[in-house]
């Protein structure tokens, strides 16, 4: 499996057009487009100004509690350092052991939200322990967490670093202004993952509603609502993050062409990515770092952003409402804002990393993952994504609802 | 001896209890629950409340959902009629020429089992891969364009439902033929029973030519050409291999296998839903899907339960008809 | 069969023979090519478990190696859920044999009121979609929504096991039961064994075959079980909880293993029953079933009296 790993980095080196500060370019994008619509207060936190600039302050737990003997910690697949020999052991997990003594039940169980959602759902409506004490969700399903009072509040003064090092970009965000309900992951970007032998070097949205023989009937689009919507509003020029009910019809009646026109084969998650791999899908909306996660089983999968744009989002850590080592939890979160941990995280999942820090640090042991637009995207990439419209529950229930229509459920 | 006699009375249901018990507060029970909770109304955060006044739950599922309902029943009676077409001949064969192989032939139908039906399922959409070992050198040779799938088509779910099912069909209708006394059949061709040229070939054709032409139009192909298809192989099916003694003797001899067969297939066909997730895709959604997807991922637990509830009362209405049609009054022993 | 229009003298037996030649063989044919059909999917898992793909996909060849096999639980938590499995298997297994037994025995042997009622009750669950079975018992751990019962686990998933487990149970030894011919239990106790010891040394022994059938049945329901199990495990997961969602990234190479090694132990279990009893068999009356039939009534007839 080595052959991975020098295959992954070979793809990274080759990419090099990374100009000026993509983190600054990062938060400027992000703020002016405006994922919150409230003015958010100052940003740090009291505690954190104690002391602290930029690196890694790593503080002693507090006195009265001590990390818990285990942790359970589901997360989405591919998305920590994995060893390449031995897929059941990531440094980082080990790291955290060797420092604190726990042991970290790490479940690749996330497949989607609603899927995880529907798990977890019933235990936290009964003020129930969900088994986990980290789970990790997408933007806005941990809004609706969030929202149903089912993650827990932080206690901040365990985690100096992430309160220090995370982007200034994501703070005071309208669905948690206080920043004490979820800290992110990874962002990641959707957009058109494909295999440059069938069908040439694509760059435009519109090759999703183009019935070219090439990949006519093998293509796939998502079943996340929000980047399929998005996605297709994009491409008839429609803002995404201002998205109204008459721009969701208008977009569901194009996903419904394409279908009819038998150019869309399945709606998928992230299934995708292995029918990009045997061929039996050759175009699809997809995820950054999957695609570049396949490439290294087939070489001619590329992931490109759309000329028109693409899609934005962020995967968030959460403590669920009831969990069992909240503290630890807490641990995890912070240790993970370490950023020469977010490095290394960084440099094997191919996301955009949330914490200030890592490309410094990534710079000095691997200068072409710090230049990778993938994980460090410069300003002009990023000008071009959107993140979808945070909904209030009414209309998330009308989009949702819509869209299942459209994915025949 | 009347301390015995009493105990002779109560045995049955002391036998009874344990299982009994568990199957009502294990099975009844929820079910009662579920049925109750298809009248909620309400949604997630604001918290559910029961009413008679939802009961307008069950009409709006049916009529949003009725396309995946009719799906479910077309592909389940397809596979099923496929299930049937592939264990008839199988069974009989294992039943009367098995011979010595009997047993070994009937183990190698049910070994399959042996192995997670996921995993099964999973090597189907290898082998029907795109281009796979089976289309790959087809379409290399021509013989097939290269537009040409099975994946993510309503052939390859039903497909894959009546491979799942082929044991459930063939073992009923195996021990049905198993019990018939051949000597019934050695008598009837000494009266003269013989083949059935003209009568088989024109009934072979007409059901061949129903049957593949009720496929095509639920699978959505051209009907006209695979409808004449069934009709010439139904002709030559009927015109060899259908003799009078089997029409009249071995055939309802073997109904009440054919129906504990075809109940065992259609039923849990029709509320399948990982073929057609794995298999399928939005056009070949069953109603199966639905539920899970209502129950697990929308959270909308009135509309799944109310589907669900229809989903068994279809069942169960389908197999009382099927019992009436059939004459088979004993839905419950084998 | 008279020949109506002149047909050559030699045109009549080749058609003759050549049809009789297709009745005979054809059917040979047939089983053969339906039995390939039936186990090519089991081939390709098998073939596939010696695959040797360079990512996480597995669905394509791409050369041989035996890694997979040397390393079967390389692959972080499959163990855990193999073992999961099969302990659900096993105990859920034990117990509905169990409790299924005791009501085929009691609805085979012994007329009782709600006899009818009781067939509706095994007879609904296999009825019941497995979508709404599942459904309905998590529903229920809900509503309890106190531990052991809720949040779902181990203890859940064997409920639920137990409870689809028992209804094919019963089907399958009750349908042992009607064949089985009671004349043996009454010599037995015409020659003095009290219903106690004919019980265990004469109706449980010829009975067996159809219990370890019935076994063998719920143990591959159970290990197979993806739907039901999926809604009530919760945070534990088996093996095709864990096929499922691996399906979705890639299915490693070695759930393969795991699958073809089941298959392999299941095929070798059975050939080795059957081997261990063709060595034993001694051969059953034929059964009368007229007289079966009319049983209970009688055995209890011929018990009382011989009581009395």
């Known amino acids: 499996m080595t052959e991975i790993e020098t295959r992954l980095a070979a793809e990274l080196t080759r990419r090099r057009f990374l100009q000026g500060s993509a983190l600054t370019g990062f938060a400027a994008f992000v703020a002016a487009c405006g994922t919150s619509g409230s003015g958010s207060a100052a940003p740090t936190e009291p505690a954190a100004t104690a002391g602290a600039s930029e690196g890694p302050t790593t503080s002693e737990p507090a006195p009265a509690q001590s990390p818990s003997t285990e942790l359970n910690f589901a997360n989405w697949p591919l998305y920590i350092d994995t060893d390449d020999d031995d897929p059941s052991k990531h440094k980082t997990l080990e790291d955290f052991t060797a420092r604190y003594g726990t042991v970290v039940n790490y479940s690749e169980v996330i497949n989607a939200n609603d899927e995880f959602f529907g798990t977890i759902r019933p235990a936290l409506e009964g003020d129930q322990d969900t088994g986990w004490d980290i789970v990790v969700l997408t933007d806005w399903m941990a809004a609706r967490l969030i929202r149903l009072g089912w993650a827990e509040t932080f206690d901040l003064a365990n985690m100096p670093n992430k309160v220090t090092n995370m982007q200034d970009v994501y703070k005071g965000v309208d669905f948690d202004p206080t920043d004490d309900h979820h800290a992110p992951w990874q962002s990641g970007m959707t957009g058109l993952g494909y295999d440059r032998e069938v069908t040439g070097d694509l760059t435009s949205l519109e090759a999703f509603w183009t019935a070219d023989p090439r990949w006519s009937g093998k293509v796939t689009f998502l079943n996340e609502m929000r980047d399929c919507i998005g996605l297709t509003m994009i491409r008839s020029g429609k803002d995404p993050s201002l998205a109204t009910v008459a721009d969701l019809d208008e977009a569901i009646a194009a996903c419904q062409k394409a279908v009819d026109d038998g150019i869309v084969r399945a709606f998928t998650g992230n299934e995708y990515a292995e029918d990009l791999v045997s061929g039996n899908v050759v175009l699809a909306m997809a995820w950054s770092g999957d695609v570049i996660a396949k490439q290294a089983e087939k070489e001619s999968l590329v992931w490109q952003l759309p000329d028109e744009g693409g899609m934005l989002w962020t995967d968030n850590m959460l403590i669920p409402k009831g969990a069992a080592h909240k503290y630890t939890a807490e641990l995890m979160i912070d240790f993970v804002y370490d950023p020469a941990i977010a490095a290394q995280i960084a440099a094997w999942v191919n996301y955009v990393t949330p914490v200030k820090g890592a490309k410094e640090i990534l710079a000095e042991t691997d200068p072409d993952l710090a230049d990778s637009p993938l994980i460090f995207p410069p300003a002009d990439v990023l000008a071009k994504v959107k993140i979808f419209k945070s909904l209030s529950e009414e209309e998330e229930t009308e989009f949702n609802d819509k869209f299942s229509a459209l994915l025949g459920d | ?334 | 069969m008279t020949a109506s229009t002149a047909v050559a003298p030699h045109q009549r037996p080749v058609t003759d023979r050549l049809i009789r030649f297709i009745d005979r063989n054809v059917l040979y044919v047939y089983t053969g090519f339906a039995i390939l059909y039936l186990m090519l999917p089991v081939a390709v898992m098998a073939l596939f478990s010696v695959n040797d793909p360079p990512g996480k996909s597995n669905l394509t060849w791409h050369g041989f190696s035996i890694d997979a096999w040397l390393n079967p639980f390389g692959v972080p938590q499959l163990f855990d859920v193999v073992r999961t499995s099969v302990l659900v298997a096993f105990i859920s297994t034990i117990a509905a044999t169990a409790l299924g037994t005791l009501i085929a025995l009691a609805l085979v042997r012994y007329g009782f009121r709600g006899a009818g009622a009781t067939n509706v009750l095994i007879f609904l669950p296999m009825a019941t979609p497995e979508i709404v079975l599942g459904a309905s018992l998590l529903t229920l751990f809900v509503a309890i929504g106190e531990p052991p019962f809720f949040p779902t686990n181990f203890l859940t998933i064997l409920i639920a096991h137990i409870m689809f487990n028992i209804s094919y149970v019963v089907v399958t030894v009750r349908a042992r039961l009607y064949g089985f011919d009671r004349h043996l239990e009454e010599a037995a106790m015409d020659l003095g064994a009290n219903e106690w010891t004919t019980f265990w040394k004469v109706t449980f022994p010829m009975i067996l075959p159809g219990i370890m059938a019935a076994a063998l049945l719920a143990f591959s329901l159970s290990i197979d079980d993806y739907v039901i199990t999926s809604f009530t495990s919760g945070r534990t997961s088996t093996f095709p909880i864990f096929i499922w969602g691996s399906a979705r990234v890639g299915v490693p190479v070695q759930v393969n293993v795991i699958g073809t090694a089941f298959f392999l132990i299941a095929v070798g279990f059975v050939a080795l029953t059957t081997i261990l009893q063709s060595r034993a068999r001694r051969p059953l009356p034929p059964p009368a079933p007229d007289a079966a039939r009319a049983e209970p009534e009688s055995g209890r007839a011929a018990l009382t009296e011989v009581e009395a």
């Open chain 2, 1 to 334: 001896m009347g301390a015995r006699h009493w105990l002779n009375r109560l045995t049955p249901y002391l036998l009874l209890a344990p299982g009994i018990l568990w199957l009502l507060v294990f099975y009844a029970y929820p079910s009662i629950q579920m049925f109750i909770s298809s009248f909620w109304s309400g949604t997630l955060e604001t918290g559910f409340s029961v009413s008679l006044d939802n009961w307008t739950t069950y009409p709006d599922a049916l009529q949003r959902y009725g396309p995946q309902f009719g799906r479910s029943i077309v592909y389940g009676a397809a596979a099923t009629t496929i299930c049937f077409l592939i264990a008839y001949p199988l069974a009989y064969t294992i039943a009367f020429r098995g011979g010595r192989y009997k047993s070994l032939l009937l183990f190698m139908v049910i070994a399959p089992f042996f192995t997670s039906f996921l995993l099964r399922t999973q090597s189907w959409k290898i082998i029907l891969g795109d281009d796979g070992i089976l289309f790959g050198p087809l379409k290399d040779l021509g013989l097939l364009g290269p537009d040409f799938r099975v994946l993510a088509t309503p052939t390859a779910v039903v497909a894959g439902i009546a491979y799942n099912f082929l044991p459930f069909m063939t073992l009923p209708i195996y021990v049905s033929l198993e019990k018939i006394d051949t000597r019934l059949v050695e008598a009837a061709k000494d009266l003269y029973a013989g083949p059935w040229r003209p009568g088989g070939s024109l009934a072979g054709g007409l059901v061949g030519g129903l049957v593949a032409g009720g496929l095509a139009t639920a699978f959505q192909y051209e009907v006209a050409p695979l409808a004449i298809l069934g009709v010439v192989s139904g002709l030559l099916i009927g015109a060899l291999f259908l003799s009078e003694s089997f029409i009249r003797i071995v055939l309802p001899l073997s109904l009440p296998g054919v129906f504990a067969g075809s109940l065992l297939t259609f039923i849990p066909a029709m509320g399948d839903f990982v073929n057609a997730e794995l298999l399928g895709n939005t056009q070949t959604r069953m109603i199966g899907n639905v539920i899970q997807s209502r129950f697990l991922e929308n959270n909308d637990y009135p509309t799944a339960a109310a589907l669900s509830f229809m989903l068994m009362a279809g069942i169960l209405v389908a197999v009382a008809i099927y019992a009436r049609l059939l004459g088979t009054k004993e839905l419950t022993s084998s």
